[in-house]
């Protein structure tokens, strides 16, 4: 069973995948998932394509896979269709099936690089990632830098992938090019000490971001270094900032500043920082789901579940994974034991490739 400091896992920025390269022709990294998904297609006499995206869009995969195949019926753009099945199976965990699917929509190409083939190439890389099949995406990250100089994505994905792989100097190199082509991308600089520190190289990724502070701190807005004051662990000097910040960031800077104390070991007076940009009239999910994490530090595990649920209430959220993981671990601190089993069989359902959840299916089945 989880301890409370386990909970959960901060929403973080996002898997970071790669692309490839076909038909002698590269491409590069599209953006985040979720914000090129709905995009792209258009409305224009592809009905049952956009029914499908909006399946997707609701998680309700096999709905959209029925969405496509009437589509191919009715002659609507076959691209699209395979685009489209690719992310349903995607979102089921068929990684072999999307990639195939993805596949054979860069055959159907034109040989014109198109936004739709900077998509697919994304999401190929994606399902081969998620097969374990990294060689291949970075040698798609060889192609694309030794064509495009200026390919920042690509040097931090494919030091990513190092990272992972345990080869640290060939992450550093990656990673030193990365943050030498955008020197003031501190969201950047962030995520490299987060992989970084996931990989067991804490000090290596604080050394990139004491560099940073070491550089001077003119172009850093109070928030980013107070964010990168929290991750070098200066807590009282992060604290002064994010103080500062509290009405320039929104709820970004709160988070911060409510973590900052949780870690000085004062979980009251984060749940005062919460609370107070809470009941100011703001709405945010992620203030709501880390009020319920620091409620559950206190023991407050009705409190916490209210908080989770609050945070699930708000439409397009944008983290429901972790709320609806956050509320069952809060019913299982509140002994309810049958409560928490019935949505971790719907949540398994939904997110079937989780593999914390599987963990503790296994212990909700022993109770």
Not at 101 to 120: H, N, P, Q, V
Request: glycine residues 8%; negative net charge; aromatic residues 12%.
């Amino acid at each position: 069973m989880h301890t409370a400091g386990e909970a959960v896992h901060d929403q973080q920025a996002g898997e970071r995948y790669g692309i490839k390269v076909k038909n002698k022709w590269c491409v590069t990294a599209a953006a985040v998932f979720m914000a090129v998904l709905l995009s792209g297609c258009g409305k224009s006499a592809e009905d049952h394509i956009d029914e499908g995206m909006e399946m997707i869009a609701a998680l309700e995969y096999d709905n959209a896979l029925s969405s496509f195949q009437a589509a191919r019926e009715a002659g609507e753009d076959e691209r699209l269709i395979l685009r489209g099945e690719g992310l349903a199976y995607m979102g089921k965990t068929m990684y072999a099936e999307a990639a195939e699917a993805f596949e054979k929509t860069l055959d159907l190409s034109d040989g014109r690089i198109g936004a739709l083939d900077y998509d697919i190439n994304y999401y190929l890389a994606t399902a081969y990632y998620k097969q374990d099949e990294k060689d291949k995406a970075i040698a798609v990250y060889n192609a694309i830098t030794g064509l495009e100089k200026g390919a920042c994505d690509a040097y931090y994905l494919r030091g990513v992938i190092y990272a992972e792989q345990g080869k640290l100097e060939e992450a550093k190199a990656d990673f030193d090019k990365a943050i030498a082509l955008n020197s003031t991308d501190y969201d950047r600089l962030i995520d490299i000490y987060g992989v970084l520190a996931s990989e067991g190289y804490r000090e290596v990724g604080q050394e990139y971001l004491q560099a940073a502070m070491d550089a001077g701190t003119k172009n850093m807005t109070n928030y980013e270094k107070g964010r990168i004051c929290y991750y070098l662990e200066d807590y009282e000097n992060a604290r002064t900032y994010l103080e500062k910040a509290r009405d320039e960031s929104g709820y970004e800077a709160v988070l911060f500043l409510g973590k900052t104390y949780e870690t000085l070991g004062d979980n009251n007076y984060a749940i005062s920082v919460y609370n107070t940009y809470l009941e100011s009239g703001n709405t945010s999910p992620q203030v709501l789901n880390q009020l319920g994490l620091c409620k559950m530090q206190t023991g407050d595990y009705q409190g916490a579940l209210t908080a989770f649920q609050t945070a699930m209430n708000i439409e397009d959220n944008g983290m429901m994974q972790t709320l609806k993981m956050n509320e069952i671990i809060a019913y299982e601190y509140l002994g309810e034991y049958k409560q928490a089993a019935v949505l971790m069989g719907s949540y398994l359902k939904t997110y079937p490739d989780d593999q914390q959840a599987q963990r503790e299916n296994t212990f909700l089945k022993s109770r």
